[in-house]
């Protein structure tokens, strides 16, 4: 199993550009999350997914727009950047029907993104 | 909206010493999680607590949660190298909602 996976690692965009940014995981979750990191505020919950075919605000979900087509997949959009979205994005899935009591949750490798 | 603060943000110790970070949320918690990152890597759960009061042990690392389940903290007894980077607490709403608030995380440094 991969576990999740995130697409690309790397970015750097011009303010206004746009992009997209993919999570998958292999382990039938029906939870997905993304998360932005910055220095000193820890992880923030942008939007997240409680299955396929829907999606959610979290913390911070201003500029960014969510899909979740299929259950393995949720992507992150960014319409047109700026430079504060500049961040450490990070991907996320929990909760088997058939197992993992702890719901823990299961965070890919991240996405360093630069907006100039 | 539910808050979860960590002290300190920053430690740095000598190796071999000890090391304590604490965890407060504005509300009562059904749970709360500990995870640690690697630094230039991603959160790695470690572990959960759900009663009030209780305390588990890994090894070197012993975590608690508050009778009140507000609070809850992670100690390492003394410190190696490989325990090098941040620790976050994430806490569940008391009412079990699907979304964990993470901490603001606690970065931990040894001097060898």
């Known amino acids: 199993n991969a576990g999740v996976t995130q697409t690309p690692k790397f970015r750097v965009l011009k303010t206004g550009q746009s992009m997209t940014l993919l999570c998958a995981q292999d382990?039938?979750?029906?939870?997905m999350y993304w998360y932005r990191q910055d220095p000193g505020m820890g992880l923030r919950l942008i939007h997240y997914?409680?299955?396929?075919?829907?999606?959610a605000k979290g913390e911070v979900p201003d500029g960014y727009n969510v899909s979740r087509l299929k259950k393995q997949n949720f992507l992150l959009g960014l319409e047109s950047a700026a430079p504060s979205q500049t961040s450490v994005y990070f991907c996320?899935?929990?909760?088997?029907?058939?197992?993992?009591?702890?719901?823990?949750?299961?965070f890919g490798p991240g996405t360093r993104l630069t907006v100039l | 909206g539910q808050q979860v603060m960590q002290i300190p943000q920053y430690q740095h110790v000598q190796e071999g010493e000890d090391f304590t970070t604490y965890c407060n949320s504005s509300t009562t918690l059904s749970n709360i999680q500990w995870y640690k990152q690697r630094p230039g890597g991603h959160p790695v759960f470690l572990i959960q607590l759900v009663k009030s009061g209780e305390v588990k042990k890994q090894k070197r690392l012993t975590f608690q949660f508050g009778e009140a389940k507000k609070n809850s903290s992670l100690h390492i007894t003394a410190t190696q190298t490989t325990d090098v980077g941040t620790y976050f607490c994430a806490g569940r709403g008391s009412f079990g909602n699907e979304k964990l608030t993470f901490g603001t995380g606690t970065r931990l440094t040894i001097i060898p």
């Open positions: 382990m039938n979750h029906e939870y």
């Open positions: 997914s409680v299955g396929e075919g829907t999606t």
């Open positions: 996320a899935s929990s909760y088997s029907p058939s197992g993992d009591p702890t719901d823990t949750q299961y």
